[in-house]
């Protein structure tokens, strides 16, 4: 009998154990100015920012969850979300890096926070997708310009990786079959009007921080870098949108075939994946619920005229959430008191895990430990 408990005790570790791997991140994704002059603005009253919800898909179907990250914020806003969150995705749209107290600046305190927090042993990947790398990329190298014109609007494209590109963070895991989708058919969707080149990389010395992976070429043939990573801290970033032949379908040029969803994918589990590595969190779950992007419902855009199907929009008011009731800790005033006992295991990733294990085993270990 002494053998059956401990086995069942054991038979419990790896369950737990398993659990809090199963972490789901909470990763920030950072808002962008609405033009007042644009569709949006036309539309609806009062949006000043947005997020096409493409990305918010994109990590939830990589098993993390998502918190918007407001622009126009002081410094210390920044300072107490990156504490909280498990990573962050700057995603790709169409703005201006010097436009005031928008998502270039916002940026700006993110990539540098993210920086302060890896110098101190506390991880914190970066995500930049199209506009986002090519903020990542001028925000490190000072807010010099390094960016040319391109011609990568509306072009799907095979990747061209550099001879070492398995040698890196971003593909050291990724499989052959993977990569042979990647290189032999069009899986990268680019929409682009600016990118940077190896040759810039080298003039300015950027490739002393940056370690290009794979280059592309665009209508003109204009060789562009497509994807590279940080050589010091975990940052990444794509000239192309991983998030779009999943997600998009608002144009015919962007590839749905299963091998162009199977890439993107890819992207979206990588990052995830690192972002698990990130033990931050809230303080509690009131707090963590009202920060969530589910206190807000996206609209259906594309119907409209824009190239994203759906986009939250926020007004400066809705950028502040109201204070919701606190969340209970009794399972029965909770709406889980429905037969199971569920336990609260640590997640790693700045979340919390609910393990239900039914009563009848807990009620049989009692039974055990008294024989």
Not at 8 to 36: D, H, K, N, R
Not at 93 to 99: D, E, I, K, L, S
Not at 327 to 341: A, L, Q, V
Request: aromatic share 12%; with cysteine.
């Amino acid at each position: 009998m002494p053998k059956l408990f401990i086995s069942l005790l054991i038979s419990i570790g790896f369950l737990l154990t398993a659990s809090a791997a199963i972490s789901s991140p909470i990763i920030g994704i950072l808002t962008q100015e609405v033009y007042t002059d644009g569709l949006i603005s036309r539309h609806f009253d009062n949006k000043t920012s947005y997020i096409a919800a493409s990305y918010v898909k994109y990590l939830e179907g990589a098993g993390a969850r998502v918190v918007p990250v407001w622009i126009g914020r002081n410094r210390s806003y920044y300072e107490d979300l990156m504490y909280k969150i498990n990573g962050v995705l700057l995603p790709g749209g169409a703005t201006w890096f010097n436009q005031s107290n928008g998502y270039g600046d916002a940026g700006e305190h993110l990539v540098q926070l993210a920086m302060e927090l890896n110098d101190q042993g506390i991880f914190m990947p970066v995500w930049g997708t199209c506009l986002g790398m090519e903020l990542m990329v001028y925000k490190l190298a000072d807010g010099s310009e390094h960016r040319i014109n391109c011609q990568g609007k509306g072009i799907a494209l095979p990747m061209e990786f550099k001879e070492d590109f398995n040698k890196s963070r971003l593909f050291a895991s990724i499989s052959d079959d993977i990569v042979a989708n990647m290189v032999n058919m069009n899986v990268t969707y680019h929409w682009h009007q600016f990118c940077y080149t190896e040759k810039d990389f080298e003039r300015d010395l950027l490739n002393e921080t940056w370690r290009v992976l794979s280059l592309n070429h665009d209508w003109d043939g204009v060789e562009f870098i497509s994807t590279m990573e940080h050589k010091k801290y975990p940052f990444y970033g794509v000239q192309f949108h991983p998030e779009k032949p999943m997600y998009e379908f608002t144009k015919t040029s962007i590839p749905h075939t299963a091998a162009a969803v199977i890439s993107g994918q890819y992207f979206a589990d990588f990052f995830v994946s690192e972002a698990r590595k990130s033990n931050q969190s809230f303080a509690n779950a009131t707090e963590q619920a009202r920060a969530l992007i589910y206190n807000f419902k996206p609209e259906y855009t594309a119907i409209l005229g824009s190239s994203y199907i759906q986009q939250y929009l926020f007004t400066n008011d809705e950028m502040e959430i109201p204070d919701i009731p606190e969340i209970p800790d009794d399972p029965d005033e909770g709406g889980n008191g429905n037969g199971y006992i569920p336990i609260i295991v640590d997640g790693g990733g700045g979340s919390s895990s609910i393990l239900p294990l039914f009563s009848g085993l807990l009620l049989t270990l009692l039974i055990l430990s008294n024989n």
